[in-house]
Each structure stands twice: as structure tokens, then as C-alpha cells.
């Protein structure tokens, strides 16, 4: 082989599923691999692992917020459904009940949205000829698409019904 | 400034003890030392049976990945000073078997590594003898992740690896974008398909914490989320998100 040339290699092996203890898994070891020691101590992971550092509890609070979202939209959906039975008979809700519970859920879909907005940057890779976008780009696109599409929602809300 | 510190180490002998348990050594404080001075410090004058992996001793070896209060740390990059008054606890990196002491078993880690083929491969032969030159921005787009270290602290942060042992793991996928991201490369697709198959990038929730950890700034969370975008406008697009 010439220096430079590179073997002509595949990605489709398959890989072997893991032992029970879950650490063997991978490719079946190379003649040179040293075998797994047989006592090795298998470390659980502790069911408040959360707990243990900030980022962990930071992570389990954005996902969440994501449960809130979801009862909001339930209860949209069952608001949306009283409705059919015409105006004359719909009562929307209210009460200092429904208006608690619908500022934790618009807290979560903030919380929920800024935490996605912000890792826009970081997640999105758009090519821009031999370079690519600025995340920093990316993000204010995002922010500036999130006031448009609320300020729209706003107005329709406001002077849709007039 | 103290005298000493109190370094408490998990200890660990397969052929003694049902499980790991911590020792405590009073080492002298310098204000210039590691954790791992002090461990050296510790086999060197207190318990030469205290095993732990080292070697450059400058975080570039990769070798010295331990848990220090809790924290993923190379060994070598942990300073007593940032953790006074003590004591400071010293376990070995989480999510791994322990094998004896601060070492771990990392066979898992190197099959992994091994499965995501982390060199360049080129279906044709090379494009002609000698070098393979690169423009500066072309070498912008994967230098990030060519600055792994291998040291695993990612592993020891990641909380899906426990839950999911066969998640291919943060280092293993970031290499394997570097490599994508390399215009050498010609097994980008591949290396794609390879990455959305099962135990790869939909295994990770983004937690976030690889990245955190990261003593080189690696960054294997964006290199995970980046692959999950680009698959999925692989799907939706027509040109294949590219």
C-alpha cells in the first residue's frame, strides 16, 4: 500500500449484544484485548442520582416542564370539547383555580422554551458554504421566530373576536 | 494555609472485600498539588497497594479519570487548593466495574470505540501519494472533536449509560463526527446510518453533563445532538440534510 492509501473498510458489522452485567457490550475483542476481569465490581446507579449535581437536577426540571405542557394542552383539548355544545352553553373556566394552574403552565412552556431556544445554537449545524451559520445566529433567528409567533397569537386573541 | 489535607480513597480488593469501601490518609498540603501528587504521595510513603491508573501527569494521557467529590476529574488536573479545608473524597469513575481501588474496567469503552471505526475510510484508493490537504475551514469543522483524549470522563458523567450499557456512549460518538465532518472522509452516510441505528444518538436524552465534564473541551452533547438534527432533515429533505 501506498503511503496515504487507506484499506477499504465497512460500517456494517454488526455488534454483539451486551453481557448481562452490561459492560461487554460491543465488538467481539481483538486477540490483543485483555480479557474482562472476572471480579470486576459491578457499581449501581442510585435511584437519586438526579440529586447528586445541579446539571443532573437542572436536566430532570427541563424535562419536567414538559408534563406541564402536556396537561395544559389536555385541558385544551376538553375545553375545545365542551364547546361543541354551542355558545349557549359553554362555560369557560375560570376561578382563582384555573388561573394558579395556568400560570405554573405557562412558567413550564417558558422555562421549556427558553432552555430549547437556547440549545438551538448548539444543536443545529447549517452549512454556509465552507463554513456554517453562527450559533449565536441561530438562536436570535429563534427568539426573534418565538416574539413574531406569540405577538401573531397575542393580536388574533385580542382583536381576532372583534 | 493547612498542613494537611485528608484524602479519603475507595479502596477495593476482588479477592478480600464484597465491595469497595473508602480509607482515609492525612497527605501534605501543597499548594501546587494534584490529587494525583497526593496519591502518588500516598503509595509512595503510606499504602504502596493503592492502585490507580497515571501516566503523563499533564491531561493529555487521559489516564487518570476518577470521581473527585463526586465530580469526574482527571487526576492530574484536580488541585488541593480547590477543595479545601477536605476532606476529598477520591472514587473511581462512575458507570464502570470497579476492578481494584481508583481501577476501572474499560473494555466496554474500547468496544465501543472500535465499533464506531474512528479513522478515516475512503472507498476508492487514496486520491494520490503524499499529503491530504485540508483548507483551515475545512479543518474547522471536525477539530473540535479530534481533541479527545479518550479518558472517559463523559462515561463517568452520562446517566443513560447505566440505564442503556449498550449506548455507544458521548467519546465513541463525537469521534465518529469528527471522522463524518472530515472532507477525507467518504463514509459520512455510512457513518449516519451506522450512528441512528439502535444503542447511538437516540439513546441520549441530552443530560448534558459529558460536555460539563469535558477536561478538553470536546463538547461529545453537541456532537450527539448535531447527528440527531442532521438525520432527521436526512429524513425530511430530499438532498439528505447535507
Redesign the interface.
Request: proline share 10%.
Given at each position: 500500500m501506498?503511503?496515504?492509501?487507506?484499506a477499504?473498510?465497512?460500517?456494517?458489522?454488526a455488534?454483539p449484544?451486551?453481557g448481562v452485567?452490561?459492560?461487554?457490550?460491543?465488538?467481539a475483542?481483538?486477540p490483543s484485548?485483555?480479557a474482562?476481569?472476572a471480579?470486576?465490581?459491578?457499581?449501581?446507579?442510585p435511584f437519586t442520582?438526579?440529586t447528586?449535581?445541579r446539571?443532573?437536577l437542572l436536566?430532570m426540571l427541563r424535562?419536567f416542564t414538559a408534563v406541564g405542557i402536556a396537561a395544559w394542552m389536555i385541558l385544551f383539548l376538553v375545553e375545545i370539547a365542551r364547546a361543541r355544545q354551542g355558545a349557549s352553553g359553554y362555560q369557560p373556566l375560570g376561578g382563582p383555580l384555573f388561573i394558579a394552574v395556568g400560570v405554573v403552565c405557562l412558567a413550564l412552556a417558558l422555562w421549556h422554551s427558553y432552555t430549547f431556544l437556547s440549545?438551538a445554537g448548539?444543536?443545529?449545524?447549517i452549512?454556509l458554504g465552507?463554513?456554517?451559520v453562527s450559533p449565536r445566529l441561530i438562536v436570535g433567528v429563534m427568539y426573534g421566530g418565538l416574539v413574531a409567533v406569540t405577538a401573531v397569537i397575542a393580536g388574533l386573541l385580542i382583536w381576532g373576536g372583534a | 494555609m493547612p498542613e494537611t489535607i485528608t484524602l479519603s480513597v475507595t479502596r477495593?480488593d476482588?479477592?478480600r472485600d464484597s465491595?469497595?469501601h473508602p480509607q482515609s490518609y492525612e497527605v501534605p498540603y501543597q499548594e501546587d498539588w494534584v490529587v494525583l501528587d497526593a496519591l502518588n504521595w500516598v503509595k509512595a510513603h503510606v499504602d504502596g497497594s493503592v492502585n490507580y491508573r497515571w501516566s503523563c501527569r499533564m491531561g493529555i494521557c487521559g489516564s487518570c479519570g476518577m470521581n473527585v467529590n463526586?465530580?469526574p476529574k482527571l487526576g492530574c488536573s484536580a488541585f488541593l487548593r480547590d477543595y479545601l479545608p477536605g476532606p476529598i473524597v477520591v472514587e473511581?469513575m462512575?458507570?464502570?466495574?470497579?476492578?481494584r481501588d481508583l481501577v476501572?474496567?474499560i473494555?466496554?469503552f474500547?468496544?465501543?470505540l472500535?465499533?464506531v471505526?474512528p479513522?478515516?475510510?475512503?472507498?476508492e484508493?487514496?486520491v494520490?501519494?503524499?499529503?491530504?490537504r485540508q483548507?483551515p475551514?475545512?479543518i474547522?469543522?471536525y477539530r473540535q472533536f479530534s481533541m479527545c483524549i479518550n479518558c472517559m470522563l463523559c462515561y463517568s458523567a452520562c446517566?443513560v449509560i447505566?440505564?442503556e450499557?449498550?449506548f455507544v456512549g458521548p467519546a465513541a460518538i463525537a469521534l465518529a463526527r469528527r471522522y463524518e465532518l472530515d472532507s477525507r472522509d467518504r463514509?459520512g452516510q455510512?457513518?449516519l446510518?451506522?450512528l441512528t441505528g439502535s444503542?447511538a444518538i437516540w439513546d441520549c436524552?441530552?443530560?448534558?453533563?459529558c460536555s460539563?465534564v469535558c477536561p478538553k473541551g470536546v463538547?461529545p452533547?453537541?456532537a450527539i445532538?448535531?447527528t440527531?438534527?442532521?438525520s432527521t432533515l436526512g429524513m425530511l429533505l430530499p438532498w439528505g440534510g447535507?
Open positions: 501506498r503511503s496515504g492509501d487507506v477499504k473498510v465497512r460500517l456494517d458489522e455488534r449484544a451486551a452485567d452490561g459492560v461487554t457490550a460491543g465488538t475483542a481483538h484485548t485483555p474482562k476481569p471480579a470486576a465490581y459491578p457499581v449501581k446507579q442520582w438526579w447528586r449535581r446539571g443532573y436536566y424535562e440549545l448548539v444543536i443545529m449545524r452549512p465552507d463554513r456554517t | 477495593f476482588p479477592d465491595a469497595p463526586g465530580r473511581p462512575a458507570n464502570f466495574p470497579v476492578v476501572v474496567d473494555s466496554s474500547m468496544d465501543k472500535k465499533w471505526k479513522w478515516i475510510i475512503r472507498e484508493t487514496a494520490g501519494p503524499g499529503e491530504h483548507t475551514a475545512q474547522d469543522q446517566p447505566p440505564i450499557p449498550e463514509a455510512e457513518r446510518r451506522t444503542d436524552s441530552f443530560v448534558g453533563e460539563a463538547d452533547a453537541k445532538q448535531q440527531k438534527f442532521e447535507r
